[in-house]
């Protein structure tokens, strides 16, 4: 974030900070990625150091390409000697800021592939506790180098020896950072599985989800030709009442009357429809169900909540497909009213 001619950077030293001592004890500011080689002979553009990426790296998705090339590009050119930046150290949990004072440059046998560096004064460090809940998870980027923007003057006043820290309960950030969090897992969930189950596979998904609940299930083998994908029931043979004939649909878009219209066609009167999607419905679709006592919507924001509530009773390969770990958020406490 600029700050007239100043430029606030934030850096991780790895994954678990194993690069540590190379920022606290040699000084040196470092990002891995080593088979690239030495990028200084590259031109100030991002698509350069994406084709270097291509060549060293090729078995990668395609959205890590531009993303690490950014950084790279960014790590070369664009960071330059005075500016400042900040490391959040994972070994001694200190908040480091200091200045960058040196140009890149390639250390080919540079221990744990660390070997584009830079040289860096550190200037003062502060315990974690000194800093907002929000300025805080702004530097817990999931990316090793980045610009520090929302939170920079908080960064900026502590090195100047101002005190703004809020207390910790009337620290507004606090919600925004627990709220972010949710957020970023349901995207994550829903994007997942976008890319990673269609059609069938998905209905599998969700037939294993219903299991989770108690339900015995049986894919049907209509296929997507508006048929049924799954039917659920409680007892063992599929006689007894409710019957539950649930419809599959792998779209991120809306989904319209036509299709819920379809479904409930094939629905009797003493069984349940239920059509789950990744996506919306429209407003017709929610419309027509309003009025069916035994037809149930489930969208993607919906189908996320049903998938968090049951996560722990998932067998490992959907918990391998979709990897998430249970951690506390603080919640900020309501102050009564005077």
């Known amino acids: ?40 002979g590259l031109p100030p553009n991002r698509d350069a150091f994406r084709e270097r990426l291509l060549d060293a790296y090729p078995e990668r998705k395609a959205g890590w390409y531009p993303m690490v090339a950014g950084q790279l590009s960014r790590f070369v050119h664009e960071m330059q000697a005075d500016d400042l930046v900040i490391y959040p150290s994972k070994r001694d949990r200190q908040v480091h800021i200091g200045r960058v004072s040196g140009p890149y440059q390639y250390v080919a046998d540079a221990p744990g592939g660390y070997v ?12 974690r506790t000194k800093f907002s809940q929000g300025a805080l998870y702004e530097i817990g980027s999931a990316m090793s180098l980045f610009q520090v923007k929302n939170y920079a003057d908080e960064f900026l006043a502590a090195l100047a020896g101002k005190e703004t820290t809020p207390p910790a309960k009337r620290d507004e950030s606090i919600s925004y950072v627990a709220e972010d969090i949710e957020q970023n897992t349901r995207d994550f969930i829903l994007k997942t599985l976008a890319q990673e189950l269609k059609g069938h596979a998905l209905a599998e998904f969700i037939a294993h989800l219903l299991g989770t609940m108690g339900y015995r299930t049986r ?13 659920a029931h409680k007892d063992e043979l599929g006689f007894e009442p409710p019957i539950i004939k649930v419809q599959v649909k792998s779209t991120e878009g809306s989904i319209g009357d036509p299709i819920v219209s379809q479904l409930y066609g094939k629905v009797e009167r003493t069984e349940y429809g239920m059509v789950v999607t990744l996506g919306t419905f429209t407003k017709q679709a ?53």
Request: aromatic letters at 8%; a negative charge; proline letters at 6%.
């Open 286 to 338: 929610a419309s027509f169900a309003r009025n069916k006592s035994n037809l149930r919507l489930v969208g993607g924001e919906e189908l996320v909540g049903l998938i968090l509530q049951h996560y722990e009773q998932f067998d490992s390969r959907y918990k391998g497909l979709l990897p998430l770990r249970h951690v506390y958020v603080p919640e900020p406490l309501e102050e009564a009213e005077p």
């Open 1 to 40: 974030m600029a700050r007239g001619n100043m430029v606030l950077w934030g850096i991780h030293g790895g994954r678990t900070g194993d690069a540590d001592p190379i920022f606290l004890k040699e000084r040196q500011l470092a990002l891995a990625w080593e088979h690239t080689g030495d990028l200084q």
């Open 116 to 127: 584009h560096r830079r040289a860096v004064k550190w200037l003062k460090s502060f315990p």
């Open 219 to 231: 894919l049907s083998s209509e296929g997507p030709d508006g048929g049924i994908d799954i039917i």
